[in-house]
């Protein structure tokens, strides 16, 4: 396994009975990425991250945390903090036992426990909560405590399945906050969202699962590349028309911008727009805004895991009993 | 194995239900041994307008003396078989909880080495059970000189064997981490706190029948019957209790153990390792999907 990557995983596949829910995926996580894991539900996001904490057994290849092999029962999570699916805790303890409880396990106690039990209920804004039972917590203070645990010990890499879910918007906000405050400390973060412009505000590397298949995976950059477009708008829909026969005639992709007669979309990167603006003002026309229109990665999402159905790549249906469990398929983007 | 051990005493230190055994167990044994001693005439049966007949009178002072120290243990332990499920409850009920809460993936997660939970869980509910058996003693040894301070007139002890009371409480100890096993077990089997008590009465009631079957019992073969899990803990108790056992004359009538005292042990140790080795096994092989 490579030193430089926080997580390798080589053709990782799990079935479950007839349904293969991961489809034997290669993942690299380079130190010190914030790397998102995208997929829809029962894609397979949920089984990876349980294979790469041991939690459950692989049926094939192979994964490595920090450079060291995964192993059911065997996996050294010493340096790794994970909240995987919805957070679980003892309800009967306090948001301070849960946490002390974990530092317990992790071999901390006294006065080592309590400075990091304090920093970590800070970071999250448990403070005031601290001494209340989890039991009566809410799904949003259950995923600050699960933070808080992932985060406990200091980790250098943290995996983190879908973790704003259920929070507040000012949750989500904090949350993002401190996903950015551990990468810049250098912690290497690995999380599963549904959350599209989270993922693409927050991570450097994506990769996109589709029926237990890596469908896509690069920078969110990369993934959004292609044509794009710009929108150039003119004030008149004359000088409008007039545009579309000057770049139609150079050989530009161009069209009508929806039903706006003022407005033009043209097929051209975002970086080209000066060449058309050059072209443009030598046959006297000067649009009144030029904008560039960038593909969202909810579109390139969307795309990528229609393309990738079960019945494209003929494989089993989604296991009905098991959350993540799905069909194996689909192709490199 | 220490940071396990300490994740315990924080997880089950803090449990309502753990606690509250602890107290009701010198409390119930203590009533218990109170409520027996002044029902034991309500065991005999004479016309009440009459005068008790001798061999009722002395049968009843033979059962009260059983209540004067140092029997008073074996009475106390006699008293309280409920203790023993207890302990197998809080084993099977805290591990399968585990499961229900997903608390399994918390714990494994802060620390993967499954064998270390399984043991951690053992030694953390063998306390309690240790602290619920010297609550028992405790009992045993207080409570004659408690009735004598109330005006209780206990007979004179009978003359039990010191032997017969110290294997009496070794049983009773060695019983202990055979439910805790078995507890544990069942939990990480079931993944939940309710199906392991259901499957210790399925399997009671079957190795009853299994223990009835004329073929069973027409070979010769009322050894492997009392060897069965739950059958080998009642062999125990009983072997632990006989005089015959340890050379002393057996009691009229009593038939000798069909298990000597020394196997029965290690029956019962053996089954508690077989289960301690299984709940390991299990929770190393089992895919952790809660």
């Known amino acids: 396994m490579t030193g430089g990557l926080a997580i390798e995983t080589i053709a990782l596949a799990k079935r479950f009975g007839a349904v293969e829910a991961v489809a034997g995926i290669d993942l690299a996580v380079p130190t010190g990425s914030v790397f998102g894991f995208l997929g829809p539900n029962g894609a397979g996001k949920t089984t990876t991250i349980r294979m790469l904490v041991g939690l459950i057994r692989p049926t094939s290849g192979s994964a490595a945390l920090l450079g060291t092999a995964v192993r059911p029962g065997g996996v050294d999570l010493a340096s790794v903090g994970a909240v995987v699916e919805r957070p679980a805790f003892y309800p009967y303890l306090s948001a301070e036992g849960n946490l002390r409880l974990f530092a317990a396990l992790h071999g901390v106690r006294g006065s080592g426990a309590d400075r990091l039990i304090a920093g970590a209920l800070e970071r999250t804004g448990l403070g005031p909560a601290a001494k209340r039972k989890v039991g009566g917590f809410s799904t949003g203070m259950r995923q600050r405590l699960a933070l808080a645990l992932a985060m406990l010990h200091q980790p250098r890499l943290v995996i983190l399945d879908e973790p704003t879910n259920g929070l507040d918007p000012g949750g989500v906000v904090e949350v993002r906050a401190t996903i950015t405050e551990l990468a810049t400390a250098g912690t290497t973060v690995f999380m599963s969202s549904h959350v599209l412009s989270e993922v693409e505000q927050l991570c450097d590397l994506v990769a996109v699962l589709a029926h237990g298949r890596i469908v896509a995976s690069g920078a969110p950059a990369e993934l959004l590349g292609g044509p794009g477009s710009l929108r150039v708008g003119f004030d008149t829909a004359v000088e409008a028309e007039a545009a579309r026969r000057v770049l139609a005639g150079e050989g530009v992709a161009v069209s009508r911008a929806s039903a706006e007669a003022t407005a033009l979309s043209v097929g051209v990167a975002a970086t080209d727009g000066s060449r058309v603006a050059r072209r443009l003002a030598a046959a006297g026309l000067f649009p009144a805004e030029m904008t560039p229109v960038r593909q969202s990665l909810e579109a390139v999402f969307l795309d990528l895991t229609r393309d990738a159905t079960p019945e494209a790549i003929g494989v089993s249906t989604a296991d009905p009993g098991h959350r993540d469990a799905a069909p194996s398929g689909g192709s490199s983007r | ?290």
């Open chain 2, 1 to 290: 194995m220490r940071s396990h051990l300490r994740a315990d005493a924080i997880r089950l230190g803090a449990r309502w239900d753990v606690r509250g055994f602890l107290l009701l167990v010198p409390v119930l044994a203590a009533g218990g041994f109170l409520f027996s001693y002044a029902t034991i005439e309500s065991h005999f049966g004479w016309d009440p307008g009459q005068p008790m007949p001798p061999e009722v009178a002395t049968a009843i002072m033979a059962d009260r003396a059983g209540y004067a120290f140092p029997h008073s243990i074996i009475s106390v332990l006699d008293n309280a078989p409920w203790v023993l499920f207890g302990i197998f409850f809080l084993a099977a009920g805290t591990t399968g909880l585990e499961f229900g809460w997903g608390t399994i993936r918390t714990a494994l997660i802060g620390s993967p080495d499954r064998v270390r939970f399984v043991l951690s869980r053992v030694v953390a509910v063998g306390t309690i059970a240790a602290v619920a058996l010297v609550a028992l003693l405790a009992v045993g040894l207080a409570m004659p000189g408690v009735m004598r301070l109330a005006g209780t007139d206990l007979p004179p002890p009978p003359d039990t064997a010191a032997k017969v009371i110290v294997g009496a409480v070794a049983a009773t100890v060695a019983m202990a981490p055979f439910f805790i096993a078995l507890g544990v077990f069942l939990g990480v089997l079931t993944r939940g706190p309710a199906m392991p008590l259901l499957l210790l009465i399925v399997d009671f009631l079957a190795e009853g029948v299994v223990a009835g079957l004329p073929a069973v019992r027409g070979a010769g073969l009322e050894w492997l019957a009392r060897s069965l899990p739950l059958m080998s803990v009642l062999n125990l108790g009983q072997a632990a209790r006989d005089p015959a056992s340890y050379g002393l004359p057996p009691v009229a009538g009593s038939p000798p153990p069909d298990v000597p005292l020394g196997l029965s042990f290690l029956v019962v140790i053996g089954w508690t390792c077989a289960f301690l080795a299984l709940a390991a096994w299990q929770l190393r092989r089992t895919d952790v999907l809660e």
